[in-house]
T-cell receptor, first 111, second 115 residues
Framework: GEDVEQSLFLSVREGDSSVINCTYT??????LYWYKQEPGAGLQLLTY?????DMKQDQRLTVLLNKKDKHLSLRIADTQTGDSAIYFC???????????FGKGTRLHILP | DTGVSQNPRHKITKRGQNVTFRCDPI?????LYWYRQTLGQGPEFLTY????????KSRLLSDRFSAERPKGSFSTLEIQRTEQGDSAMYLC?????????????FGPGTRLTVT
């Protein structure tokens, strides 16, 4: 079946790195994503990784994919107050068009 | 074009009433998706269209729900005889056909509260 799991909360001090982890069950997933949702705002695609990649870096964001363990992580370097949001891990099952989302990790920034 | 738009942004209705939401996709985006997000959960896929054709429906879409896209542009999602469990954020997304699914662009959503 298709399932995406992630921890619900993470607290990080401003300036530190945040690491949000996710596991998924569908080994045929083609794309894996990280979305950001701020209060009152829509879903914003932060970054994505294709299933044949191990790592992707985009400015302060680093995505690591371990296909063997079906584990995806998002590292945010130098976390800022503006990074406070809910982060959703998501996947696209093979040859499918819908996106399967996790429940989201609420990132709280400590001063 | 400023992106996917949804109307209304908020809707409060009494149990048993019918409600209809509208989604206007990005122009030239042939695919249109509906998702539902309940409190504390991630978005869940409901259905999607390519042009006028509804290609897939989730088991979450009960008989009380109907989605249409009559001219292949905007779409409506109607919920009949609303129940308190229908309270959620209803999200719409659009994409070009054949594009990788990371190119689904989401609207701001319609928040439904059923009292």
């Amino acid at each position: 079946g298709e399932d995406v799991e992630q921890s619900l909360f993470l607290s990080v001090r401003e300036g530190d790195s945040s690491v949000i982890n996710c596991t998924y069950t569908d080994s045929s997933s083609t794309y894996l994503y990280w979305y950001k949702q701020e209060p009152g705002a829509g879903l914003q695609l932060l970054t994505y990784i294709f299933s044949n990649m191990d790592m992707k870096q985009d400015q302060r964001l680093t995505v690591l994919l371990n296909k063997k363990d079906k584990h995806l992580s998002l590292r945010i370097a130098d976390t800022q107050t503006g990074d406070s949001a809910i982060y959703f891990c998501a996947e696209t099952p093979n040859r499918d068009d819908k996106i399967i989302f996790g429940k989201g990790t609420r990132l709280h920034i400590l001063p | 074009d400023t992106g996917v738009s949804q109307n209304p942004r908020h809707k409060i209705t009494k149990r048993g009433q019918n409600v209809t939401f509208r989604c206007d996709p990005i122009s030239e985006h042939n695919r249109l998706y509906w998702y539902r997000q309940t409190l504390g959960q991630g978005p869940e896929f409901l259905t999607y269209f390519q042009n006028e054709a509804q290609l897939e429906k989730s088991r979450l879409l009960s008989d009380r729900f109907s989605a249409e896209r009559p001219k292949g542009s905007f779409s409506t999602l109607e919920i009949q005889r609303t129940e308190q469990g229908d309270s959620a954020m209803y999200l719409c997304a659009s994409s070009l056909p054949g594009s990788p699914t990371y190119e689904q662009y989401f609207g701001p959503g319609t928040r439904l509260t059923v009292t």
